[in-house]
């Protein structure tokens, strides 16, 4: 990383602390939340309270991990300060909003929502707990904006595990897609600029997320399974069957860029499809 690079960043991170240090009520915290950040952003290998602590001159993580676990301040007000910083920095009117989930591993029963479930991080069921992230993107940059966690219905049904994770009694059972829609919508209402949502299959296949964007008038790019019944003038047809039927000349090849595995290539073909009454009139924001 350049003097220039490290000068930039901090920079930035001194203007986001401008916007969020009003929510922190002593001096104390407030410089512990800018250590913390400026730890997130740095190089340093295995980011947890112990490596940030010590990147930040401390003996122990204590004051770390009193920042995040007892120190009074509203989480989602800094994140709404976050969003907005976003906004102002990368907002374009073409901006996409992106919706993916990250499992973080976990070896007891104790932390809010864990259990035996499917991880994209791992590649297969884990004990772990699963967090909903909404992503920001333009061409002057990306960033993430906000995040809900996903609470099982076993979590939500259980009281007393709940009051012992500090879990709020009005906390109610969501999917993941809706915890998504949820997180869209405030986005939007924070009039973020947005123009397009891209999301994978586990949210491209349910009818509700995609209704609510519809709803909202905001484009949308979403993949689903090889088995999703799609409309046709002749009636729903599964979508490989769809693929496998198109011709070949409007098919195109395009780079998502290199990923772990190497080059990541697909293919893609656009097809008109019959209006099923839910199609969105008009579009947002000149899009």
Same mark, same amino acid.
């Given at each position: ?115 035996? &479930?499917? /991880? ?8 772990? #707990?699963? +967090?909903?992230? !909404? =992503?920001?993107?333009? *061409? ?64 491209? &296949?349910? /009818? ?8 909202? #008038?905001? +484009?949308?790019? !979403? =993949?689903?399974?090889? *088995? ?60």
């Amino acid at each position: 990383m350049t003097v220039e690079n490290v000068a930039g960043w901090t920079a930035g991170l001194d203007e986001l602390m401008g916007r969020i240090a009003p929510r922190f009520g002593r001096v104390e915290p407030r410089r512990r939340a800018r250590a913390y950040l400026l730890g997130l952003l740095s190089p340093i290998a295995g980011k947890n309270s112990w490596t940030i602590a010590e990147a930040a001159g401390d003996d122990t993580p204590d004051g770390m991990q009193r920042l995040l676990n007892d120190a009074v301040w509203d989480a989602d007000t800094v994140r709404d300060d976050l969003r907005g910083y976003v906004a102002d920095q990368l907002g374009e009117v073409d901006g996409v909003l992106i919706v993916d989930e990250t499992g973080f591993l976990k070896k007891g029963s104790k932390s809010a929502g864990v259990q035996r &479930q499917y /991880s994209g991080t791992a590649g297969r069921v884990e004990n772990c #707990q699963l +967090g909903v992230f !909404l =992503a920001y993107a333009s *061409s002057r940059g990306r960033a993430l904006v906000d995040r809900e966690l996903y609470l099982p219905q076993q979590w939500c049904a259980d009281a007393e595990r709940r009051a012992e994770a500090g879990i709020d009694s009005a906390v109610r059972f969501a999917t993941k897609p809706a915890l998504a829609l949820a997180m869209i919508e405030r986005a939007l209402d924070a009039g973020m600029p947005a123009c397009w949502v891209a999301a994978d299959e586990a949210y491209g &296949q349910d /009818s509700k997320f995609r209704l609510g964007l519809q709803k909202r #008038q905001v +484009g949308y790019v !979403l =993949a689903v399974p090889r *088995s999703q019944k799609i409309p046709t003038e002749g009636g729903a047809a599964r979508a490989d069957a769809l693929a496998a039927a198109a011709p070949e000349l409007p098919w195109k090849r395009r780079s998502c860029g290199d990923g772990a595995k190497g080059p990541r290539l697909y293919d893609w073909a656009v097809a008109s499809l019959p209006d099923t009454g839910t199609a969105a009139r008009g579009s947002p924001g000149g899009c």
